[in-house]
């Protein structure tokens, strides 16, 4: 036997094909990067920390990510490439040993109406199949059992074409069967208008008789509605019943307006195609308002809310159609399909039941396969998500997840853990952003980037193990041990909101008193009733306002300044100042730069190949014109304003001849929520998720509110931070307001003054009030998972 060779036949001596063990980062300068050069171990955890906008998401997803996906992407034929979302190769100088990188974020689920939890998840298509073959009786293949496909009749010629022949046959009533429920169109819900919320009879079309969002009578509405004949300074009430008809109902009709050829349609089909065809919750938050306002969703009598036809839910297996079987609760389903006993099914019945068990593994056995995918929190799409990998044979793959404890209760997180650990040991590179301590600490390797946020961070200030980490001496490490304590004194309430019978979802006739006047955190295992609680007994009370997790819709023109409102009073302090119009300081209206429209950068279409985003040379990238930038307001011009971080522009603004109070205020409240280091003109698009919650909380403060709701405000949130957000909780209550906070971060808890615990598991293993009272008495009971986890945390 040769020296190089083993017993087993194997060469002992080290293959070159093995040294590839590390992915090399050399120089990245993604957003707020700083020439960054890192070396991360193949085939093992890395977590990467850091405050909140220090540039986790920028290295992690936006450089090694990104191209990943883009050289894997170029692989493809240009024809392929035409269909594929372009991507710009990241800022930086050399990434070396890239494996296939799959992403699992936060965003939320599917825009469209008729996706749920198991058409997402590939649930629905195999039990259409088990339908398809055991459902009795027999209506058809599994198209028969699908609600997005409507059954189909047909008689006339149908040709065929067979080895160059085309046989013709006559065919009468042929039928293709669908599920979908005729009445609904597979939605579950019928829609109706109240049309007193649509227009204001006592006012004209030109006086905005009509509320609709964007429907403006000075551009070619206005010319569209005479168009069609109707009087635009007639009052409303006086149309006629055919105008009524003309404005509200008409179908799609030609006409010629200004020499132009456009066509008509009534105001109702035309919201209905624009706004009832997308995901409500999906919808800009103006035109969410009008939709709630405007329509009233009604379960459809024909199909009772299961969106298939009354054949797709004749057809049972085991006494169930597929309907009860997508209502079912996961972990239940998982039981039934376990009991089916069907040797000509069986791989499929397999399948289905890993798919099941894997649901059940990580947590989300609460769920329906029926729930529509648009309500799950970031949390639980973003393990929606993971379950399609847990299966699979594929090994050195990079997987990377961004913050995947989001919604998760301490008991659970340990099987996350557990989940990124099986991931890693099968082969593969998990790249992990976090800042949950417990999921810190079973990482292989740490990389922490600071030492502040926004302009302020950007470098790597730690590699290594997490006990180097705990030893370093960077804001993460002096942090990593932090423990709240509890309160003492906790405060009085001055009153209580009172729910009674609240039996929304999984709630069981839940009687409670939430306190107000003080801090009340909601606490329980993720699908154990506290959203619903909230949404069905508080959101829609008067005086409530709700600061929730739903993504801020915008495009890449929209930034802090913009969505909070903030730009408004900025463009009128430089109007006055400078005796202009305020639109010449809005790079979306009269002051745009006109070669980039106001955008600062100009896209380059090249076909099938990426498109070439390049700063605009007339405006340098500052997005208003030239003549715009000789007004100035203190000294500075609005682009030199808009590149302002907050804390500057909160001095700017506050005092001398810049002194703007309105402006001054929203820029105050940017601060208390920890976002003093972002720019005015930031692209919304570049936020973290975290960071969005918390700039969409500061234009929330501004109304006129008593009883503030918070879901999860710890989202995204450095462990330094989460003692900033609980300085502003205090203040809110301190201000006078009620405070409720769903919440799973222990310190948040430690720091109530009143906890409703609910469960005592997921789904309908949960739904019921398990303690009521203070942190101190729930740590002293230790009657719930909460309250162990509490206690260990607290160390008590």
């Known amino acids: 036997m040769s020296a190089g060779t083993r017993a087993d036949g194997r060469a002992s001596t080290p293959h070159a094909a093995d040294s590839h063990d590390l992915i090399r980062v050399v120089g990245a300068r993604q957003n707020n990067l700083k020439d960054v050069s890192v070396e991360l171990p193949k085939r093992r955890l890395t977590v990467f920390t850091g405050v909140s906008g220090s540039g986790k998401s920028s290295l992690v997803f936006d450089t090694i990510a990104a191209e990943s996906q883009r050289l894997i992407n170029e692989t493809y034929s240009a024809f392929l490439q035409g269909f594929m979302p372009s991507l710009a190769r990241p800022e930086v100088d050399l990434l070396e040993g890239l494996t296939t990188a799959i992403l699992v974020d936060q965003e939320r689920m599917g825009a469209n109406p008729r996706s749920t939890v198991g058409t997402a998840t590939d649930a629905n298509a195999m039990l259409r199949i088990l339908f398809s073959r055991l459902g009795n009786p027999y209506i058809g293949p599994p198209t028969a059992f699908a609600f997005n496909v409507p059954t189909r009749k047909a008689s006339g010629v149908m040709s065929t074409e067979k080895g160059g022949r085309i046989e013709k046959n006559v065919v009468r009533e042929a039928v293709y069967q669908g599920g979908m429920c005729p009445k609904c169109e597979g939605m579950g819900s019928l829609n109706d208008f109240d049309l007193t919320a649509l227009y204001d009879e006592t006012k004209s079309l030109n006086e905005g008789g009509l509320m609709v969002p ?35 109902y008409k179908e799609p009709t030609k006409i010629k307006v200004e020499g132009v050829n456009l066509t008509y349609e009534g105001v109702i089909p035309k919201v209905q195609k624009s706004m009832l065809s997308k995901d409500v919750e999906a919808l800009q938050p103006h035109v969410r308002r009008f939709v709630e306002r405007v329509v009233t969703f009604t379960t459809c009598p024909e199909c009772d809310g299961s969106r298939l036809s009354a054949e797709a839910r ?26 089916l006993d069907e040797p000509a099914v069986a791989p499929l019945l397999a399948g289905l039941q890993h798919l099941l068990d894997s649901f059940v593994g990580i947590g989300l056995g609460y769920l329906s396969l029926d729930r529509p995918a648009g309500t799950l929190s970031g949390g639980e799409a973003q393990r929606t998500k993971m379950i399609r990998h847990l299966g699979s044979s594929l090994t050195d793959v990079t997987y990377v ?10 008991h659970d997180i340990q099987r996350m853990n557990d989940l990124l650990l099986r991931l890693r040991d099968k082969g593969n590179t998990v790249l992990v952003v976090e800042h949950k301590p417990e999921t810190i600490a079973i990482a292989d390797h740490v990389v922490d980037l600071g030492p502040g946020a926004g302009s302020a961070g950007g470098e790597v200030m730690f590699e290594g193990t997490v006990d180097g980490l705990r030893a370093s001496d960077t804001v993460t490490g002096r942090h990593l041990d932090d423990r709240a304590r509890l309160k003492d004194p906790v405060r009085t309430s001055s009153g209580a909101l009172s729910i009674r019978g609240a ?33 069905g007994s508080v959101a829609e009370r008067e005086g409530v306002v709700m600061v929730d997790q739903a993504a801020i819709r915008g495009s890449r023109r929209s930034n802090p300044a913009t969505y909070t409102g903030l730009l408004e009073p900025i463009r009128k302090a430089f109007a006055k100042a400078n005796g202009v119009k305020p639109a ?55 682009a030199e ?18 002194k703007t109070p309105a402006a001054h205020t929203v820029l105050d409240r940017l601060v208390d929520v920890g976002l003093g280091y972002l720019t005015l003109g930031q692209p919304l698009s570049t936020l973290s998720g975290g960071e969005r919650q918390r700039i969409k909380l500061a234009a929330q403060m501004a109304e006129k509110g008593d009883v503030y709701v918070l879901d999860e405000p710890t989202t995204g949130l450095h462990l330094a931070d989460v003692e900033n957000l609980l300085g502003l909780l205090d203040r809110l209550v301190d201000s006078g307001k009620s405070v409720i906070v769903i919440e799973h971060h222990q310190a948040v808890m430690a720091h109530a003054d009143w906890i409703i615990d609910l469960g005592p598991g997921a789904g309908h293993d949960g739904g019921r ?20 986890h509490l206690a260990d945390y607290v160390g008590a």
């Not at 070619?220 to 003309?246: A, C, H, N, T």
Request: with cysteine; aromatic share 8%; hydrophobic share 40%.
């Open 641 to 658: 304003v808009l590149a302002m971080p907050v804390t500057e522009a909160e001095e700017f603004f506050a005092a001398g001849e810049a």
């Open 401 to 410: 997840f961004d913050e995947p404890t989001i919604g998760l209760h301490p």
């Open 214 to 248: 964007g429907y403006s009578m000075e551009g070619w509405y206005g010319r569209l509605f005479q168009g069609v004949g109707l009087d635009l300074d007639k009052p409303i009430g006086k149309f006629s019943k055919k105008e009524m008809q003309d404005l509200l």
């Open 769 to 788: 009030i398990v303690f009521e009272g203070t942190p101190a008495d729930l740590v002293a009971a230790r009657s719930t998972l909460t309250g162990q």
């Open 584 to 638: 010449l300081f809005s790079s979306n209206s009269e002051g745009a730069c006109p070669d980039c429209n106001g955008a600062g950068v100009i896209f380059t279409e090249l076909g099938v190949m990426a498109t070439v985003e390049s700063t605009c040379e007339t405006c340098e990238g500052r997005r208003f014109q030239a003549a715009v930038l000789e007004y100035t307001l203190g000294g500075r011009n609005i």
């Open 503 to 535: 039996s929304t979802h999984n709630l069981r006739d839940v009687d409670v008193d939430i306190p107000l006047g003080v801090l009340v955190v909601l606490t329980g295992v993720a699908g154990s009733g506290k959203s619903s609680l909230i949404n």
């Open 314 to 339: 004749s057809s049972t297996i085991a006494g169930r159609n597929i309907a009860d079987v997508c209502a079912m609760q996961i972990t239940d389903l998982a039981d039934w399909v376990r009991e």
